[in-house]
């Protein structure tokens, strides 16, 4: 039995040895597989933060970029409301003319040339309408016939010393 014994016991050694080296061995997997996580996660943080640096310095680059544009779209913006108020001064609206002593222009679709002569005084201003003078004041309005079929008029809306704000338009006449 001796023989026996040693040889169970030797096969028990041998069976201990075994699980020993397979515990040994899942845990040195174990310990490697923990370690190569962890570089590989280091790893994966080191390139996150170089992306979020990057990205606050490409943020920096386009938030400088947006106030120069911004700045940029103001004064153009203002250039415009500059240009638009000028425009308005000379055209303020449909059918209405500023006129400056002695100037003249065709309106109405070329049907009428009209001309303020000299400047306005206290009480009118002289109107010359294709050729023919009148007197007007604030708030008269001068019918033109240019044929049969066409009637024109012109109004005056207000005047100044320097300048005399009219209107012209032209209508085709309705039959009765």
Do not use: W
Not at 12 to 38: D, E, P, Q, T
């Amino acid at each position: 039995m001796t023989e026996r014994a040693e040889s169970g016991r030797m096969a028990r050694r041998k069976r201990f040895l075994l699980v020993g080296v397979n515990v040994l061995l899942v845990l040195v997997g174990l310990i490697g597989g923990f370690m190569y996580r962890g570089i590989v996660d280091y790893r994966d943080v080191l390139d996150s933060t170089q992306l979020v640096v990057q990205t606050r310095s490409e943020n920096q680059e386009l938030v400088s970029q947006l106030g120069d544009e911004a700045a940029k779209l103001a004064a153009l913006q203002a250039k415009l409301k500059s240009v638009q108020g000028a425009l308005d001064a000379i055209v303020p609206a449909e059918n209405t003319y500023n006129f400056g002593p002695n100037q003249s222009r065709t309106v109405a679709d070329g049907r009428l040339i009209i001309g303020l002569v000299g400047a306005p005084a206290n009480e009118g201003v002289n109107i010359n309408i294709n050729g023919k003078q009148h007197a007007a004041a604030a708030g008269d309005v001068i019918h033109v016939a240019l044929d049969p079929s066409t009637t024109c008029e012109v109004g005056v809306d207000s005047f100044d010393m320097f300048q005399a704000v009219l209107t012209a338009s032209c209508a085709a006449v309705k039959p009765h």
